[in-house]
């Protein structure tokens, strides 16, 4: 009986190590970003039943060969990548819409949770979430004359996880230098 005991095991635990050899990597999207040596590069690891394993965007310096990795969860959607660099104001970032927060804490991160907006160091060292984890953020747009961006979207006022007329909507303007909130309509 133990030696049956242990082939099963055995097999098993060959199995399940084997399992992670067949992982696909997606790379979705090359970025330039304009005024430095860095090209991101979205991706995705799938695994053999196309479960997300991990995503993440890794900042590649196209003269050095480094390389920075900046984490999402694997549950979670990585959505708009725009490079705002405004040299009047010495502003150079990358603005990120991603849904990277499981708000009802049930089933994962889904369409029922919030996008939030990240912004990005141009060489992945440093990453700022801008908006609240409750706001759920519609639309977005940066001001190259005064520095801000302008973020539309609504609160979930009777967390029912639906868009209804009780929510709050708001409009937020931050500025891009400060990442503080300056104006909420």
Do not use: C
């Amino acid at each position: 009986m133990k030696q049956i005991l242990t082939i099963a095991l055995t097999i098993m635990a060959l199995t399940s190590f084997g399992q992670d050899k067949y992982n696909y990597v997606h790379f979705n999207k090359l970025t330039e970003v304009h005024g430095t040596e860095f090209v991101i590069a979205s991706i995705e690891n799938w695994g053999k039943s196309l479960e997300s394993k991990s995503k993440y965007l890794l900042f590649i310096n196209t003269r050095t060969g480094e390389a920075n990795q900046v984490d999402f969860p694997k549950d979670g959607s990585i959505g708009k990548l725009e490079q705002i660099k405004i040299d009047s104001l010495n502003i150079n970032i990358i603005v990120v819409s991603a849904m990277t927060v499981d708000l009802d804490g049930k089933s994962g991160i889904d369409w029922n949770d919030p996008t939030q907006i990240i912004i990005l160091s141009t060489d992945g060292k440093q990453k700022t979430q801008l908006t609240e984890n409750k706001f759920f953020v519609r639309t977005w747009s940066a001001n190259k004359l005064t520095g801000t961006i302008v973020i539309t979207g609504h609160y979930d006022t009777n967390n029912n996880n639906k868009y209804d007329k009780t929510d709050k909507n708001e409009i937020h303007v931050y500025d891009l230098k400060t990442f503080k909130l300056i104006y909420r309509i």
